[in-house]
């Protein structure tokens, strides 16, 4: 069973933990990553979900997500979800989230990676993922329109797609 370090509002740690599955104490929070990997063309990795998977049975996802577990930090969660989804090595020990969406129990980190993964050196299937494709930013939002898709709000996945080659919330470009 996966345990979790608690978070306050704030971000800082609490010194308390708890179980995933276990319901939030009033003010407690926790740690998602994402990670999106994004080629050349523009498109993104997507995931297809086990069908034996808790939640979003066998639907498509983006590229990497999961929880932080107790004594990991963000960086460390990213780099271990994506060795154990794609069985792929990731080093984010320099880098930070390009994006933190928060939600009701919890801090959501979005890493937005440009690398041209070869599918066909990533030993899939693996225990939590059925298969991997590329996939551009319209057929990502019509798939979740489709209902094969986790429905994350089809501007967040835009967001995503606009942010990949830059930080902040405004482009590069200074006028």
């Given at each position: 069973?996966?345990?979790?370090?608690?978070?306050?509002?704030?971000?800082?740690?609490?010194?308390?933990?708890?179980?995933?599955?276990?319901?939030?104490?009033?003010?407690?929070?926790?740690?998602?990553?994402?990670?999106?990997?994004?080629?050349?063309?523009?498109?993104?990795?997507?995931?297809?979900?086990?069908?034996?998977?808790?939640?979003?049975?066998?639907?498509?996802?983006?590229?990497?997500?999961?929880?932080?577990?107790?004594?990991?930090?963000?960086?460390?969660?990213?780099?271990?979800?994506?060795?154990?989804?794609?069985?792929?090595?990731?080093?984010?020990?320099?880098?930070?989230?390009?994006?933190?969406?928060?939600?009701?129990?919890?801090?959501?980190?979005?890493?937005?990676?440009?690398?041209?993964?070869?599918?066909?050196?990533?030993?899939?299937?693996?225990?939590?993922?059925?298969?991997?494709?590329?996939?551009?930013?319209?057929?990502?939002?019509?798939?979740?329109?489709?209902?094969?898709?986790?429905?994350?709000?089809?501007?967040?996945?835009?967001?995503l797609f606009d942010m990949r080659?830059?930080?902040?919330?405004?482009?590069?470009?200074k006028e």
């Open positions: 069973m996966e345990k979790w370090d608690i978070y306050d509002k704030d971000r800082n740690l609490t010194g308390k933990q708890m179980y995933r599955g276990d319901p939030f104490e009033q003010g407690a929070y926790h740690v998602v990553i994402h990670v999106c990997f994004f080629n050349q063309k523009g498109e993104m990795l997507i995931q297809q979900r086990q069908p034996d998977k808790e939640d979003w049975k066998n639907m498509w996802d983006i590229t990497v997500g999961g929880s932080a577990i107790a004594g990991e930090t963000s960086q460390q969660a990213a780099e271990r979800e994506v060795k154990e989804e794609l069985g792929y090595t990731l080093n984010l020990r320099n880098c930070r989230p390009s994006l933190t969406a928060n939600f009701e129990n919890g801090f959501d980190d979005y890493y937005l990676m440009e690398s041209d993964v070869k599918i066909s050196n990533l030993p899939l299937p693996t225990e939590e993922v059925k298969q991997v494709r590329w996939s551009s930013k319209d057929d990502i939002v019509q798939m979740i329109s489709e209902g094969i898709f986790i429905p994350y709000h089809a501007s967040l996945i835009e967001l080659k830059n930080m902040g919330a405004h482009n590069e470009r």
